[in-house]
C-alpha cells in the first residue's frame, strides 16, 4: 500500500486533503474516504508526469528543487489533485454541464492546464534559478556535413539578403 508520492512527483496527500476536507475523514483521506489516500497518491503522481514532462519540454532539468519553484510546483499539483477529487465526487469544475458536455476526460484537461502552466511560467522559473539547459528543440536542424564527411553550408547567407550583423554595443 503506496500512501507517499514518488520522490520525483511534487504536491502531498495532505496538501490535497487540505484544498479538499469535505472528502476527507478529519482531513485526511484513507481507506474509507472517496477517492481514498492510495488513488490520491496516483493522482498526484500521475500529474506530476504530466508537470515532469512538460518541464522537460521546455528545457527544465527534473525533478525541480528550487525552493520557490518547487513551492509553486506543489500548490499547482495539489490544485489539480483537488479538482479530480471534486470531480470524482461530482463538483467542481470537472462536473459543469459545460465540461461534461465537451467530452474531455479530467486527465486530459489537466495535461493542457499543466503544458499551459509551465509554458507560462517557464522564464520566472529560469529566472529563479531552475536548471534549464537547451535542446534539440531550441536549434535550426541544419545538415552540418555531407554524406562524404565534407562540410555543408546554409543555402542563403546573411549577406545574401544585404543583412549585416553590426555590433550595436561598441557605438
Known amino acids: 500500500m503506496?500512501?507517499?508520492?514518488a520522490t520525483n512527483s511534487y504536491g502531498t496527500v495532505t496538501g490535497v486533503a487540505g484544498m479538499s476536507r469535505m472528502w476527507t475523514n478529519a482531513g485526511v483521506f484513507d481507506g474509507a474516504t472517496s477517492p481514498t489516500d492510495e488513488i490520491v497518491v496516483t493522482w498526484i503522481d500521475q500529474v506530476s508526469g504530466f508537470m515532469n514532462v512538460a518541464l522537460a519540454n521546455e528545457g527544465f532539468v527534473i525533478p525541480v528543487v528550487q525552493v520557490d519553484a518547487l513551492a509553486a510546483l506543489n500548490a499547482v499539483v495539489n490544485q489539480?489533485?483537488?479538482?479530480?477529487?471534486?470531480?470524482?465526487?461530482?463538483?467542481g469544475r470537472f462536473y459543469t454541464e459545460r465540461f461534461l458536455a465537451s467530452g474531455i476526460g479530467m486527465l486530459t484537461q489537466i495535461a493542457k492546464d499543466v503544458n499551459g502552466w509551465v509554458s507560462s511560467n517557464a522564464s520566472g522559473l529560469e529566472s529563479?534559478?531552475?536548471v534549464r539547459?537547451?535542446?534539440?528543440?531550441?536549434?535550426?536542424?541544419?545538415?552540418?556535413v555531407d554524406g562524404n564527411?565534407?562540410?555543408?553550408?546554409?543555402?542563403?547567407?546573411r549577406?545574401?539578403?544585404g543583412n549585416k550583423f553590426e555590433n550595436w554595443g561598441n557605438n
Open 2 to 5: 503506496t500512501t507517499s508520492p
Open 80 to 91: 489539480y489533485v483537488s479538482d479530480m477529487v471534486q470531480g470524482s465526487n461530482s463538483s
Open 128 to 130: 529563479l534559478g531552475v
Open 133 to 144: 539547459q537547451s535542446s534539440s528543440q531550441d536549434t535550426i536542424g541544419t545538415k552540418g
Open 149 to 157: 564527411g565534407n562540410p555543408m553550408f546554409e543555402i542563403f547567407q
Open 159 to 161: 549577406d545574401a539578403f
